[in-house]
């Protein structure tokens, strides 16, 4: 079913792509605040989706793949600007990402690769979904009060016993970083979230979402404690997404099938681990003609 899989040196040009993203976002967010930054990541997401969903007619001729494009971040913009019952922007979520892989369909290079175009959606619309609850629910502003925020999820694991050997270093980053600049962090928490979830279930530039959801689940899990049963969730994430990672999850009928076509090759392989002639879409099967 995939046969085909990410380079360590792809990897690596990810891995850098994804540490620029947050050393830009901490900037930025200090001096927007939380909701600020929030503001700003929503309405980014959406004009980009936009402008690359004009592209894909313009450029591509994919009217079905442009549509899904502009829908998705559209549903995520309606869930944190208008809120409305979660059903509506879920439901316009998941038709855009049908529509994506429709239009994809013609550039996946493995037909048969659609178990991991599910794997890949559900775990984007789990963390999309994941930062607009934690939006409507008291992360911000100044991260949040009581029971369930953002400030008394990491004030509680900074001062729990330590029970392994990555604790207190992590115990540490937590006191003298995230407890005091909740607000910053607690932004920066759900825009990762809502940023790289939908990328991920866009299936575009997959490998940069990739890791950067493998450092969110990181840091849930530390947070919980490595050994924690609390944290099998998010365990089972992070092995969900390192596989999306290997295996390169967007070429399954994902935008990376089709944009990597129209970008120069540099930044296809930075961007989505493969160039645009790297991969070519398996023949489709002919008809015999029978003897009369």
Not at 212 to 230: E, F, M, Q, R
Not at 272 to 287: I, L, R, S, T
Request: charged share 10%.
């Amino acid at each position: 079913m995939v046969g085909t899989f990410i380079s360590l040196a792809a990897a690596l040009r990810s891995l850098v792509v994804v540490i620029v993203l947050i050393v830009v976002s901490i900037i930025l967010s200090s001096i927007l605040g939380g909701l600020g930054f929030v503001g700003l990541i929503t309405w980014l997401l959406l004009l980009c989706g936009i402008a690359v969903g004009l592209f894909l007619i313009v450029r591509a001729g994919n009217p079905m793949a442009a549509a899904g494009t502009i829908l998705m971040p559209l549903s995520t913009w309606i869930a944190f600007f208008v809120q409305p019952p979660a059903f509506v922007w879920t439901g316009l979520f998941f038709i855009g990402a049908i529509l994506i892989a429709r239009g994809a369909s013609a550039d996946t290079p493995i037909k048969s690769s659609w178990p991991i175009t599910l794997l890949r959606v559900v775990v984007g619309w789990d963390w999309v979904d994941n930062a607009q609850d934690h939006f409507m629910n008291n992360w911000l502003p100044g991260g949040g009060a009581g029971p369930g925020s953002f400030l008394q999820i990491v004030t509680g694991a900074a001062n729990r016993p330590p029970q392994n050997f990555l604790d207190p270093p992590y115990q540490g980053f937590l006191k003298n970083l995230l407890v005091p600049g909740a607000d910053q962090w607690a932004a920066l928490f759900i825009c990762g979230e809502l940023a790289f979830g939908l990328l991920m279930a866009m299936g575009v530039f997959t490998p940069v979402a990739a890791i950067g959801l493998l450092w969110h689940s990181a840091n849930y899990i530390l947070t919980k404690g490595l050994v924690a049963h609390g944290a099998y969730t998010d365990k089972l994430f992070f092995t969900v997404q390192l596989v999306c990672l290997v295996v390169l999850a967007g070429l399954a009928y994902g935008l990376d099938a089709t944009l990597r076509r129209y970008l120069p090759d540099s930044v296809a392989r930075t961007l989505m681990g493969v160039g645009g002639g790297d991969v070519e879409p398996a023949p489709q099967a002919q008809p015999q003609t029978q003897p009369a």
